[in-house]
Nanobody, 121 residues
Framework: QVHLVEFGGGLVQPGGILKLSCVAS????????MGWFRQAPGKQRELVAV???????NYTDSVKGRFTISRDNAKNMVVLQANSLKPEDTAVYYC???????????????WGQGTQVTVSS
C-alpha cells in the first residue's frame, strides 16, 4: 500500500505564490508517474501537472508558464510551484501517484487526502 501525504496549500492573494509538496510512503514499492490534480466546487477533478521518473512533464493549458512541477525520485517526492495565482486556481488539490509493489506486476493509482488552495483578496 502506498500512502501520499501532502504539504502546503492555504489562502493566497491573486498574483501570489504557493508551493505544494507530496511524499509517497510505504514499504517495497516503485513509483512511476506523480503529479497533481484539482477539483473546484461543482466541477470535475482535472489534471494540473504530472511528471514521470525521467522528468517529462505535462501541464494543463491554464497553468502553463505559471506552475512548475518537479520531483525527487530518491525521496518519492513531487513538488508543485504555483506562481501568478488566479482566483480560478481555487480548488482542492490532490497529489497523485501511479505505483506498484516491487513484487507485483500491476500498477495502481493512489491519491492524497487533498489540500485546499484559495486565491482571494
Amino acid at each position: 500500500q502506498v500512502h501520499l501525504v501532502e504539504f502546503g496549500g492555504g489562502l493566497v492573494q491573486p498574483g501570489g505564490i504557493l508551493k505544494l509538496s507530496c511524499v509517497a510512503s510505504g514499504s517495497g514499492f516503485r513509483v512511476n508517474v506523480m503529479g497533481w490534480f484539482r477539483q473546484a466546487p461543482g466541477k470535475q477533478r482535472e489534471l494540473v501537472a504530472v511528471i514521470n521518473t525521467g522528468g517529462t512533464t505535462n501541464y494543463t493549458d491554464s497553468v502553463k508558464g505559471r506552475f512548475t512541477i518537479s520531483r525527487d525520485n530518491a525521496k518519492n517526492m513531487v513538488v508543485l510551484q504555483a506562481n501568478s495565482l488566479k482566483p480560478e486556481d481555487t480548488a482542492v488539490y490532490y497529489c497523485y501517484a501511479n505505483a506498484r509493489g516491487i513484487l507485483r506486476t500491476t500498477w495502481a493509482d493512489y491519491w492524497g487526502q487533498g489540500t485546499q488552495v484559495t486565491v482571494s483578496s
